[in-house]
């Protein structure tokens, strides 16, 4: 199948979806200039992952915030690109119940969408680690700038960006509605993500079968009678290419989406 027909094969699955939702990865925001991690280009080629372990930021709160400032800085006046105001325009069309995310850029906010879970949490805010007070982090930033490092809130505890570092759990309730979600829904729309890292790796899977190839603790498996259709977008085959995947779009998602979701709403207008 050519590009074009595939556009409108997804489009056809999104328009007569019930209950569509969304995964996406680093590949949705490479366009708008976020680093990934894992890719050739990634921050671990460059930055050794053991230095930003929960460990090691509370060993050493001043040299994490060095580097975060290294790093990150700037990130909070990052725009969203044509991926992002893709699936905020399909849930405003209601055809995205929701984006389960595992960038922590805030992009999709950003772009107008809603309904989002957070899986690794967000760089746009800080939080204190004795009272749970949250802070804008682009204020936080300007304060380590200024020298005040590590930076403290007024309670004196001490602050950490509000992401999930390696060591440090999932947030429960990120994950569980993730799961809640992925068991709903009848269609999933996975892009810009290999979807090879847990916990999102497990999702396709749930949402396909109703239960994850991996184990975890706590969650029932739950035979799907209506398996989700999946449906991806990013710029290589992934192991959902040829497998589990209904339809596979390669290319950028900043080209794609845009084009299935001008598809989806001349076919809701039809
Ligand atoms: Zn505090």
């Not at 810009?192 to 190839?213: C, D, H, M, N, Q």
């Not at 209506?226 to 390669?250: F, G, H, M, W, Y």
Request: charged letters at 25%; hydrophobic letters at 40%.
């Amino acid at each position: 199948m050519g590009l074009e027909e595939l556009v409108k094969k997804a489009a056809g699955l999104l328009a007569e979806a019930r209950w569509p939702i969304a995964l996406t990865g680093a590949g949705v925001s490479t366009e708008s200039g976020i680093p990934d991690f894992r890719g050739p280009q990634g921050l671990w080629r460059k930055y050794d992952p053991d230095e930003f372990t929960f460990s090691s930021f509370m060993e050493n709160p001043a040299r994490y915030w060095k580097r975060h400032l290294e790093i990150f800085a700037g990130l909070g006046e990052a725009k969203p690109n044509p991926s992002h105001y893709a699936l905020a325009r399909l849930e405003e069309v209601g055809r995205l119940k929701c984006v389960i995310t595992q960038n922590v850029d805030g992009l999709h906010q950003k772009a107008g969408s809603r309904n989002v879970v957070e899986f690794h949490g967000s760089l746009s805010q800080a939080k204190c680690l004795r009272c749970g007070s949250l802070y804008p982090m682009a204020g936080v930033e300007a304060r380590v700038k200024s020298g005040e490092i590590p930076p403290k809130c007024g309670c004196g505890g001490l602050l950490k960006p509000n992401v999930v570092m390696f060591e440090e759990p999932i947030p429960f309730e990120a994950l569980s509605k993730a799961h809640s979600e992925a068991l709903k829904c009848d269609l999933m729309l996975v892009a810009g993500t290999s979807a090879s890292v847990y916990p999102a790796a497990e999702l396709p899977y749930i949402a396909k079968f109703g239960r994850s190839p991996m184990n975890f603790p706590g969650l029932e498996p739950v035979q799907k009678s209506k398996p989700a259709k999946i449906i991806e977008v990013n710029l290589s085959p992934t192991q959902l290419t040829n497998t589990i995947a209904d339809c596979s779009l390669l290319g950028k998602t900043g080209e794609i989406l845009p084009k299935i979701v001008k598809e989806v709403e001349r076919l809701l207008e039809g």
